[in-house]
């Protein structure tokens, strides 16, 4: 019997979101339990099911895991979107860990006092602009094909489109001075998957808005600001 | 040319030190470089050498890694240490993601300002001993063998004897509830390669001091 997996979470981005991405680039479907209230988040806490108290936790294959990380490269395998060996999977991690670093100061974003948003949208833009894109601006200049590692579709690629789209949101040209991710974007956008899950009504979740960060602070009583770094 | 793996970083623990724990414990020689002044660091970016400006940096197999995610999972992957197949791995990672959130509160310890430290060193005790050490001692005593994935020693056991003694020098007593863990670590420190990396004289470096934040601040000062 297999079972498709199944992801708790908030019914929104936070961490989850990149794990939803990958699913649905691997075109596997899911199912999804979100999490509303205090209570539902304490049942999940006393049933024992979060091996350290957190989300998201998705059931697959038979395991409930935990750690955005974990998830993401047991799925990159399973699905075959690791690359072919050790050095492939060593560039992919890397490339990986920018998009999430990028990816991080956009997600802390909703949690911020007001006037920590502010000095952190230009934080996000100048980290895109002079640190990220220009490494993977370079990465598919100097190849020249279509994916950023080994010429095969792999989790970077997906990781680093959802970057691009997430500041896009913040600002949307900031794609002008980097020509080789622009046709990235249109490519890997095509690519029949993605582009099921870039149309209305699949579970790519919305920009953040105050309705998701009520229901975080409401359902893990963190009514404190987060601080920029 | 050694072909020893090269490390650059600072001369402190930082985030290079579960690199190094991982490859002594492989038992893997290898050199560092360390940065102390920001002319270095400077150079090294306009070198084109750090993918996003950044080190840790290890150069090794003719790769310039960096990220200390990949670098890790690189030297466990490259010398067995990633268990058997891809749920032991999965096990793996969610373990070490798991000890990696509890030292990333250590990392950023001495970085916070004076009137905050009292606080953060009570978050550290109160993680460790409610949410984190826990678990381990739970999965230790389910299956009652030596290592924490498939009865077999793994890049989990280095990065959590790695965490119980970094957690001891801020809690010397933290371990006092569990009785696994404790057996634990005297296995674990009792192992040759790591044995060794216990030694006076080996790479290991010494907890963070004020010399070793203002080095940071300064080098990295933009």
Not at chain 1, 200 to 229: C, F, H, I, W
Not at chain 2, 133 to 140: A, G
Request: proline share 5%; net charge positive.
């Amino acid at each position: 019997m297999s079972r498709k997996p199944k992801l708790y979470y908030f019914n929104g981005r936070g961490k989850m979101e990149s794990i939803r991405w990958l699913l649905a680039a691997a075109g596997v479907e899911f199912e999804e339990e979100f999490l509303e209230t205090r209570e539902q988040y304490e049942k999940l806490l006393q049933g024992g099911s979060l091996l350290f108290q957190q989300v998201p936790m998705v059931e697959i294959d038979g395991m409930r895991m935990v750690q955005t990380r974990a998830i993401l490269c047991y799925i990159a395998a399973k699905y075959n979107l690791y690359g072919k060996d050790l050095k492939e999977r060593a560039l992919i991690d890397m490339y990986v860990g920018g998009t999430d670093d990028l990816m991080g100061f956009i997600m802390m974003f909703p949690f911020l006092s007001a006037e920590d948003k502010e000095k952190q949208c230009a934080v996000i833009v100048q980290k895109a602009t002079s640190r990220y894109f220009p490494a993977y601006e370079k990465v598919l200049k100097d190849h020249g094909q279509d994916f950023l590692v080994g010429s095969n579709f792999s989790w970077a690629d997906v990781h680093l489109l959802e970057a691009i789209l997430m500041v896009e949101e913040k600002k949307s040209d900031v794609l002008s001075g980097f020509p080789q991710l622009q046709a990235f974007k249109a490519r890997i956008s095509s690519i029949p998957t993605i582009k099921k899950f870039l149309e209305p009504g699949s579970q790519r979740k919305p920009v953040p808005d105050d309705k998701y960060v009520e229901t975080v602070r409401r359902v893990l009583r963190m009514y404190y600001d987060l601080k920029a770094n | 040319m050694s072909g020893k793996p090269r490390l650059t970083y600072l001369n402190g623990r930082g985030r290079m030190e579960p690199i190094r724990w991982l490859l002594a414990a492989a038992g893997v020689e290898f050199e560092e470089v360390f940065l102390q002044t920001k002319e270095q660091y400077d150079k090294l970016i306009k070198d084109g050498v750090l993918l996003f400006q950044q080190v840790p940096l290890v150069e090794i197999d003719g790769m310039k890694m960096v990220q200390t995610r990949a670098i890790l999972s690189y030297i466990a992957g490259k010398y067995n240490l990633y268990g058997k197949d891809l749920k032991e791995r999965a096990l793996i990672d969610m373990y070490v993601e798991g000890i990696s959130d509890l030292m990333q509160m250590i990392l950023m310890f001495p970085f916070s300002p004076p009137d905050a430290k009292e606080k953060n060193l009570d978050s550290i005790k109160e993680k460790a001993t409610n949410r984190y050490f826990p678990v381990f001692e739970k999965v230790l005593k389910q299956h009652g063998q030596d290592f924490l994935v498939g009865n077999k020693f793994s890049w989990a056991d280095v990065q959590l004897i790695e965490a119980i003694l970094a957690v001891e020098e801020k809690i010397p007593a933290v371990l006092s509830r569990f009785p696994q863990l404790q057996a634990f670590k005297t296995k674990m420190s009792n192992m040759p390669t790591i044995k060794k990396f216990l030694q006076p004289g080996s790479p290991r470096k010494p907890p963070p001091d004020d010399h070793y934040v203002e080095t940071v601040l300064k080098v990295f000062k933009r």
